[in-house]
């Protein structure tokens, strides 16, 4: 009696392909976009482990070792790979430790930005006459204003914490994603599958909920990407200023801060924390741009 277990059918595919690029909407992604990615997770996870990554306290002072230059071994027996600043702090430890400042103001802004700005655009899609009119003018106002100076007021009122900055910088995004989802969803509302559900009785909320957000969605992951690369840019410009992250907590722009006083004699307590944050930038802009020829509906023809 023939046996009934099913076997399976040989596969011809090589072993290399299972280390292949993956593939998004039938597109495969880039080496450039995986590469921007895996950098974003691995800055994430040097800020999660910066207690067991940094050789030092960020915040430890040892007077004897300040301005040491970068070295293996510190005049007070421990190796600074990035030098010490003018309180002797240990530069390395503090530009790990300020990674989970900007990583965590970045996210969070976006995750703010995104919601308000997201949710906006889609009542100001559906909606008509006033209340789009009115979302969208004080998007054009926002745009209109230098945002450094509602920024300025802003923390002046409420003063310089890490919840005030994760508003400040989340409120300066939500323009991107409001301007950009209204013109999908105006674009959205006029397809014959929308008008058939509303035909049948279904809701505005079904309606948004079950067919709009999933249609939208790789529009606020690439927004939310680009939102990223100039959340932690802005971050650091606040901090600079001193209106973001206050001492002795490290970040970048703060650090950067602290060592413009010391280019000359010590360049090291500026520049790496500076290297850092243009990297960081610059990698999390170029994937946002991958992310954007790979989820753009109008580049998948190969």
Known sequence: MASSIPVSAPTDAPAWTLFARPRVSGRRMSWLTLGGLAFVVL???????????APDDPVRQSL??????????????????????????????????????SLSVGFSAVLVGGLLGSSLGIIAGFSSGRVDAVIMTVADAQLAFPFILLAIGIIAVLGPSFPTLIVVVG?????????????????????????????????VLRVVLRHVVP???????????????????LEA????????????????????????????TAWWIATFPGLVLMLTSIVVSRTGDGLRDLLDPTLRGE
Do not use: C, K
């Open 64 to 101: 004897r070792g300040r301005l040491s230059p970068p070295t293996f071994d510190g005049t007070d027996g421990r190796p600074h790979l990035f030098g010490t600043d003018h309180l002797g702090r240990d530069v390395l430890s503090r530009v790990i430790y300020g990674s989970r400042v």
């Open 237 to 264: 410009t606040l901090s600079f200023l001193g209106l973001g992250i206050q001492p002795p907590t490290p970040s970048w722009g703060g650090m950067v801060q602290e060592g413009r006083d010391y280019l000359d």
């Open 215 to 233: 249609n939208v969605l790789s529009s606020i992951v690439v927004v939310a990407t680009l939102e990223l690369a100039r959340s932690i840019v």
């Open 171 to 203: 409120l300066s995004g939500w323009v991107s994603y409001a301007r950009i989802l209204r013109a999908q969803v105006l674009s959205l509302r006029s397809r014959e599958f929308v008008e058939a559900i509303q035909a049948l009785g279904g809701s």
């Open 43 to 53: 800055v994430a996870a040097v800020a999660v482990a910066a207690p067991w990554l």
